[in-house]
T-cell receptor, first 115, second 115 residues
């Protein structure tokens, strides 16, 4: 149980284009989904928290107009990187929680490379 | 300001011996702690967690100890096995009433189990 999938697993895009990453909880309902970013040899950094049907809450320093998050259902959240630039190249990981003190379950991550 | 610190970037342990991974935190608002195991280009896998109202939690070969007064926790793996070789992240969270917050991660410790 507690499986989270992400799609795509890797993507290469040109500078200035937008990329959408999907995060799905496959066998449970995720009231809350989180998006993290990991740069090489660094820790995972929380970008934003999204609750189903609500606007996402962004961490300080994360541009909400650049990283659009939609949590349309209890099993799906999407992250859209708009007008991507090479400095947005990173490993993006989502996690899902069924709420309360429940542990977060992570997806396999998406490697984004912007050329 | 790093709120969760893992001061050992790497740790080498012989197979069959005990592995002890350490983690310190500075934010006294954290009340839930988790350990994750991660391989390169994959999402973290949940290992074990502990609430701040406990000082020990055990699950098979994994035991987490929490010293709240020292703001220190440790993960013990015994006996260590070759498959345990991975990067281990310590993470902390706090319950904000509406649900769990996003996790704050340490930078990770690369555990190497030597045969």
């Amino acid at each position: 149980g507690a499986v989270v999938s992400q799609h795509p697993s890797w993507v290469i895009c040109k500078s200035g284009t937008s990329v959408k990453i999907e995060c799905r909880s496959l066998d449970f309902q995720a009231t809350t989904m989180f998006w993290y970013r990991q740069f090489p040899k660094q820790s995972l950094m929380l970008m934003a928290t999204s609750n189903e049907g609500s606007k996402a809450t962004y961490e300080q320093g994360v541009e909400k107009d650049k990283f659009l998050i939609n949590h349309a259902s209890l099993t799906l959240s999407t992250l859209t990187v708009t007008s991507a630039h090479p400095e947005d190249s990173s490993f993006y990981i989502c996690s899902a929680s069924s709420g309360g003190y429940y542990e977060q379950y992570f997806g396999p991550g998406t490697r984004l490379t912007v050329t | 300001d790093q709120q969760v610190k893992q001061n050992s970037p790497s740790l080498s342990v012989q197979e069959g011996r005990i592995s002890i991974l350490n983690c310190d935190y500075t934010n006294s608002m954290f009340d839930y702690f988790l350990w994750y195991k991660k391989y390169p280009a994959e999402g973290p896998t949940f290992l074990i967690s502990i609430s701040s109202i406990k000082d020990k939690n055990e699950d098979g070969r994994f035991t987490v100890f929490l010293n709240k007064s020292a703001k220190h926790l440790s993960l013990h793996i015994v006996p260590s096995q070759p498959g345990d070789s991975a990067v281990y992240f310590c993470a902390a969270s706090r319950y904000s009433g509406g649900g769990a917050d996003g996790l704050t991660f340490g930078k990770g410790t690369h555990l190497i189990i030597q045969p």
